[in-house]
């Protein structure tokens, strides 16, 4: 079954702190992964996408790894900010049938707060 | 935001009556979708449309019937709401499939 799932659920940390969010995913034949940026009331914003060929891929203070071999991918966020509080959804894009077409599946998130 | 907006932004309603949820967008993309989100669960794809009148069912499209006459305008309708239909419905844009999709702001709609 595809599947994206998604720890911690929740996570608080100090203003400042570095953190790491988890992505394990069972989707096949695997295109790509994204991780969204999600603030609260808003819809989610892309924030890096990787291919199978890929491992890491920043965008400034976000950096994001990827193990297609273990189907694992994490999100870590250097030095926190309090904007940084919202959720961080991981999405995996997978190919379907013949005819160029693909499915994208949705990770529950996680939910981060950032404290002064 | 990639110039999509949805409307209305909050609706409360009663069981039973039909609503219709518009999404616009300004990019040309080819690419439409409707998604609901609820607590717990990841974004879940009801309909999406690949063209003018093309569109084709996601996991959760029991309940729920679109429309797409232009490019720039995607309806999603609920014929005869549910309380089970009680959510954040977002819509996306992308210009293909393998695209990043942009999102709307969202529509609370709660159905007592």
């Known amino acids: 079954k595809n599947q994206v799932e998604q720890s911690p659920q929740s996570l608080i940390i100090l203003e400042g702190k570095n953190c790491t969010l988890q992505?394990?995913?069972?989707?096949?034949?695997?295109?790509?992964l994204r991780w969204y940026k999600q603030d609260t009331g808003r819809g989610p914003v892309s924030l890096t996408i990787?291919?199978?060929?890929?491992n890491t891929k920043s965008n400034g203070r976000y950096t994001a790894t990827l193990d297609a071999d273990t189907k694992q991918s994490s999100l870590h966020i250097t030095a926190s900010q309090l904007s940084d509080s919202a959720s961080y959804i991981c999405?995996?894009?997978?190919?379907?049938?013949?005819?160029?077409?693909?499915?994208?599946?949705f990770g529950a998130g996680t939910r981060l707060f950032v404290k002064a | 935001d990639a110039g999509i907006t949805q409307s209305p932004r909050h609706k409360v309603t009663e069981t039973g009556t039909p609503v219709t949820l518009r999404c616009h967008q300004t990019?040309?993309?080819?690419?439409m979708y409707w998604y609901r989100q609820d607590p717990g669960h990841g974004l879940r794809l009801i309909h999406y449309?690949?063209?003018?009148?093309?569109?084709d069912k996601g996991e959760v499209s029991d309940g729920y019937s679109v429309s797409r006459s232009k490019t720039e305008d995607f309806l999603l309708t609920l014929e005869s709401a549910t309380s089970s239909q009680t959510s954040v419905y977002f819509c996306?844009?992308?210009?293909?499939?393998?695209?990043?999709?942009?999102f709307g702001p969202g529509t609370r709609l709660t159905v007592l």
């Open positions: 996306a844009i992308s210009e293909g499939q393998q695209n990043e999709q942009f």
């Open positions: 992505c394990n995913y069972t989707v096949s034949p695997f295109s790509n």
């Open positions: 990787m291919t199978f060929s890929e």
């Open positions: 999405v995996v894009s997978r190919s379907v049938g013949n005819t160029g077409g693909f499915k994208t599946i």
């Open positions: 990019e040309n993309h080819r690419y």
């Open positions: 449309s690949y063209g003018v009148k093309d569109t």
